[in-house]
T-cell receptor
Framework: DGGITQSPKYLFRKEGQNVTLSCEQNLNHDAMYWYRQDPGQGLRLIYYSQIVNDFQKGDIAEGYSVSREKKESFPLTVTSAQKNPTAFYLC???????????FGPGTRLTVL | GEDVEQSLFLSVREGDSSVINCTYTDSSSTYLYWYKQEPGAGLQLLTYIFSNMDMKQDQRLTVLLNKKDKHLSLRIADTQTGDSAIYFCAEERLSGGYNKLIFGAGTRLAVHP
């Protein structure tokens, strides 16, 4: 089955630690995205990548980093510089020429 | 302003129609989307409408677009308990040479017997 997966579903980290969230897709999509969702708010774009080996900052990139070494994978690192990292993180992908985005199930990160 | 706006909460009786409203900001948006999010899950694309259309129907879902007022609505006919979820509208907006999606805060739909 084609789809987009995120792991783990729940993640707990101590303050000051970096943590990497996984996102994999087998839809053969060129574009991938990371969003952050906070209670009562819409999704906010962290980073996006339209093609392998290229990515751009979204609206709230500070304290985050990404890589896009393979078409299928777009991991997100939440660094210790992110002031308020506790949130629900959603990864998405889309085919070239369309903004019809398909979402993964999300990772809930809690920083203690 | 910059925001896509939606009312935060809607409660309907099972079997009735639900209407979820959204206002957006960019009159040049080409596509507008409706997504559904069930508890603890990702977003599921429900439907979308191209900006040159006034209406789109897909089974129980009807999308109405009023470009003049920048108003979008999603009507769910014969609402079922399985329709309980958060519904997000999103507009496609050109920013920095890239068409990105701007999401509203979501409308929580509660369906009761």
């Amino acid at each position: 089955d084609g789809g987009i997966t995120q792991s783990p579903k729940y993640l707990f980290r101590k303050e000051g630690q970096n943590v990497t969230l996984s996102c994999e897709q087998n839809l053969n999509h060129d574009a991938m995205y990371w969003y952050r969702q906070d209670p009562g708010q819409g999704l906010r774009l962290i980073y996006y990548s339209q093609i392998v080996n290229d990515f751009q900052k979204g609206d709230i990139a500070e304290g985050y980093s990404v890589s896009r070494e393979k078409k299928e994978s777009f991991p997100l690192t939440v660094t210790s510089a992110q002031k308020n990292p506790t949130a629900f993180y959603l990864c998405a992908s889309s085919a070239s020429g369309t903004n019809e985005q398909f979402f993964g199930p999300g990772t809930r990160l809690t920083v203690l | 302003g910059e925001d896509v706006e939606q009312s935060l909460f809607l409660s309907v009786r099972e079997g009735d129609s639900s209407v979820i409203n959204c206002t957006y900001t960019d009159s040049s948006s080409t596509y507008l989307y409706w997504y559904k999010q069930e508890p603890g899950a990702g977003l599921q694309l429900l439907t979308y409408i191209f900006s040159n259309m006034d209406m789109k129907q897909d089974q129980r879902l009807t999308v109405l677009l009023n470009k003049k007022d920048k108003h979008l609505s999603l009507r769910i006919a014969d609402t079922q308990t399985g329709d309980s979820a958060i519904y997000f509208c999103a507009e496609e907006r050109l920013s920095g040479g890239y068409n990105k999606l701007i999401f509203g805060a979501g409308t929580r739909l509660a369906v009761h017997p």
